[in-house]
């Protein structure tokens, strides 16, 4: 993502969270994630969630709908527009290897993979685009895929908030970004919860 100036973005997300529309900001940047920007959400809904903590699931629930709305209109360009205009951006930007990684797991296990697919640095839009690449998965188990992935991945957010609130806007400010931390918190939450699902 070296094409992409983070300092200016978490500035801008900053200064957003003060504005009366930033659920809407949210709203967008859910949906623009599972797209075309791979920029997460997180450096918004994170601050968002710190200072209105009783609208946290509603937050969360704003994020799960628009990222999940993202995700159709990634599977729509991926299928529709691969070759002449995604294909070339892919290149252009260096993601040929995680577009390949997806492909792979994909073919592994297409459900699996977009159930975690927010719990890895891989950036969501690519696996909603590739997934609508020659239909590489039908459109019935991406919807309910995508949107059960989100909502665990969201959620798991808002509960972080809620127990820990400003600590997890401080290691974010430490880091280059959201993947490093949350990243790493959230898998190991997923790995847990499937842990006890399956006793």
């Known amino acids: 993502m070296s094409w992409i100036d983070r300092s200016r973005v978490v500035a801008w997300f900053r200064a957003a969270v003060e ?3 930033a659920p809407w900001y949210l709203a967008g940047a859910a949906f623009l994630e599972a797209s075309l920007f791979p920029v ?31 995700a159709l209109l990634g599977y729509f360009l991926g299928n529709t527009l691969y070759g002449p205009i995604v294909a070339p951006v892919v290149a252009h930007l ?21 159930l975690l697919a927010g719990f890895t640095n891989i950036p969501f839009s690519v696996f909603t685009l590739t997934a609508g690449f020659r239909g590489t998965v039908p459109l019935v ?18 509960a972080l908030l809620h127990l820990f609130g400003p600590a997890v806007r ?30």
């Not at 188990?141 to 665990?152: Q, T």
């Not at 974010?172 to 006793?199: F, K, W, Y």
């Open 170 to 199: 401080r290691i974010l400010e430490r880091t280059a970004g959201p993947a490093a931390v949350l990243t790493s918190l959230l898998l190991i939450a997923a790995i847990v919860a499937l842990v006890i699902m399956q006793r």
């Open 40 to 70: 997460p959400p997180d450096f918004l809904l994170v601050p968002l969630g710190i200072a209105h903590r009783r609208a946290i699931p509603r937050l969360v629930g704003l994020c799960v709908a628009a990222s999940t709305g993202g």
């Open 19 to 21: 504005a009366p529309a």
């Open 141 to 158: 188990l991406f919807l309910a895929a995508v949107f059960i992935g989100r909502l665990v991945r969201f959620s798991l957010v808002g």
């Open 94 to 114: 260096g993601l040929q290897p995680a577009v390949d990684a997806v492909l792979t797991r994909y073919g592994e296990n297409a459900w699996l993979a977009l």
